[in-house]
């Protein structure tokens, strides 16, 4: 257990040392065609394992989710605090 306890720190280091070194690599992969098994619309192919590296179009579609998540998150925030009549800029002195 206590081997197993760092694996996952591990890893993250091994991540962010990649991302600093490397950080345009994704973006310099070429446009892989859709591996998808009978073109599955991306809606449709949630939870479909890919078998290579994403395409812009999956780049861009990803971002643009993460930013989605991002900004409910963001005005949930906002909402709880000025529910609990907090106001953001106390908190940023």
Do not use: C
């Amino acid at each position: 257990m206590v081997i197993q306890a760092r694996i996952p720190p591990a890893l993250a280091g091994i991540h962010n040392f990649i991302i600093y070194h490397d950080p345009t690599e994704v973006e310099d992969m070429v446009d892989i065609p859709d591996p998808t098994p009978g073109n599955v619309p991306p809606e449709r192919s949630f939870g479909l394992l890919a078998s290579g590296a994403p395409n812009p179009a999956e780049r861009t579609r990803a971002k643009e989710k993460r930013d989605q998540i991002a900004q409910a998150m963001w005005e949930s925030y906002q909402a709880i605090l000025a529910e609990r009549g907090v106001d953001a800029v106390e908190l940023l002195e």
